[in-house]
């Protein structure tokens, strides 16, 4: 079984930044894709960033690209994003996830493994 457990979330001025981390336990993070997703109030959950398994194929939201960076640390069973020049749009609840393949997907119901969220609040 993989487990997901994200950090970093918190409270951040209009500008500011924060970097959210998310361990992967249970399997190597190295078989599986690895994405951010984030769920504002009232709003249904929606893809930010996502790496394959390699590190070297990345996609991003258009909302967030130029701002927020997604990494992975395989040998840390690690992915991060990484998010500068926050605005108060992107106060939502960030969550990991896992899927296997080899193709990109930016569809919360292709990923099979989920954290339990971190809150990002931005002010204005």
């Known amino acids: 079984q993989v487990q997901l457990v994200e950090s970093g979330g918190g409270l951040v001025q209009t500008g500011g930044s924060l970097r959210l981390s998310c361990i992967v336990s249970?399997?190597?993070?190295?078989?599986?894709?690895a994405a951010w997703f984030r769920q504002a109030p009232g709003k249904e959950r929606e893809f930010v960033a996502t790496?394959?398994?390699?590190?070297?194929?990345?996609r991003y939201a258009d909302s967030v690209k130029d701002r927020f960076t997604i990494s992975r640390d395989n040998a840390k069973n690690t992915v991060y994003l990484e998010m500068n020049s926050l605005k108060p749009e992107d106060t939502a609840i960030y969550y990991c996830?896992?899927?296997?393949?080899?193709?990109?997907?930016?569809?919360?119901?292709?990923?099979?493994?989920w954290g339990q969220g971190t809150q990002v609040t931005v002010s204005s």
């Open positions: 790496v394959l398994w390699s590190g070297k194929g990345i």
């Open positions: 249970g399997r190597p993070l190295s078989n599986y894709q």
């Open positions: 996830a896992a899927r296997s393949g080899l193709e990109f997907a930016t569809s919360s119901g292709a990923y099979n493994y």
